[in-house]
């Protein structure tokens, strides 16, 4: 059998011997960087949040209620571009765990979930 197409859940795979592409072998999105560099409280704050490994456009970038950035800081995100910025002037020092997740709209697979939690500093 050299090859065989199937048609799952309005999924494209393909199927070449033991290897199989389409949905399932899409790489996950990762959001960059890894860690967000400190903050002063009472000056201009700006990072930039890239998505990587998106197959498709970013749907949305927000931060988790329950984990949210200082007071002073915000997370701009404007759809369907593959990055975000968090800017502002923070308020008061401390540190902060903060978490962005998103996803990436679908097409013929569903679309995609990403997470990261960050650690912020606001010296």
């Known amino acids: 059998m050299a090859g065989l197409v199937a048609v799952l859940s309005g999924c494209n795979a393909v199927m070449l011997g033991n290897v199989v592409t389409g ?3 899409r790489p996950e999105p990762v959001l960059m960087p890894e860690e967000l ?31 949210p950035l200082p007071d002073g800081l915000e997370l701009l995100h404007v759809r369907p571009e593959t990055h975000g910025v968090i800017r502002g002037v923070p308020i008061r020092p401390g540190r902060y765990e903060v978490r962005v997740y998103g996803n990436t709209f679908g097409t013929q697979c569903t679309g995609q979930d990403l997470e990261r939690l960050y650690r912020l500093e606001v010296r």
């Open 23 to 25: 949905c399932a072998m």
């Open 37 to 67: 560099p400190a903050a002063r409280a009472g000056e201009p704050y700006e990072v930039r949040l890239d998505v990587i490994n998106a197959s498709t456009p970013i749907s949305k970038l927000l931060v988790a209620p329950s984990q």
